[in-house]
């Protein structure tokens, strides 16, 4: 996709993108706090399946959530290469386990596609938007849209 010589850099949005299992994903790297290595979480109980509970972070509480299971995919299996990326909407931060770190993407907002209509409200509910870029897409994570249930689960 050509890019119109007058898209000035205000235009453009810079985003990390991951994979988790087979699919890429990405967020808005303004979201994105830190990236670290993976680290055993501790469970909280009667928390949600997809919550693989707390981590200390420099001396607060950190919850852990395992994207691939929140977006209806089966668990990750932490390995070597899994990170947690440290997001924060609003006043909370969240972990977000996912399999690898890939590239931080720098786009326009004419290289974002709305999220199709595929029959359920669910594929639309985390997904803000589809980029391509080369031969791949690339899935805009909604971050926020993840976090509504979080309330009270690290208070």
């Known amino acids: 996709m050509n890019q119109p010589a007058n898209i000035g850099a205000s235009e453009r949005r810079e985003l990390t993108s991951f994979w988790t299992g087979e699919q890429e ?3 808005d790297i303004m979201s994105v706090r830190e990236i670290r290595g993976w680290s055993a979480a501790t469970p909280l109980p009667q928390s949600p399946n997809y919550m693989r509970g ?10 852990i959530m395992d994207l691939a299971e929140r977006l209806d995919m ?39 596609q709305p999220t199709p209509d595929v029959g359920c409200d669910q594929s639309k509910a985390f997904i803000r938007g589809l980029i391509t870029i080369d031969d791949r897409m690339v899935s805009e ?15």
């Not at 707390?54 to 919850?63: D, E, Q, S, Y």
């Open 74 to 112: 089966p668990p990750t299996q932490p390995s070597e290469r899994s990170v947690i990326i440290v997001v924060q909407v609003g006043e909370r931060l969240v972990g977000l386990l996912v399999d690898a770190v890939s590239d931080i993407l720098s786009i326009t907002p004419d290289q974002i």
């Open 25 to 27: 994903y990405c967020v």
């Open 54 to 63: 707390v981590i200390n972070l420099r001396g607060a509480v950190l919850p």
């Open 141 to 155: 994570i909604a971050v926020e849209r993840l976090l509504p249930d979080l309330e009270g689960l690290a208070a």
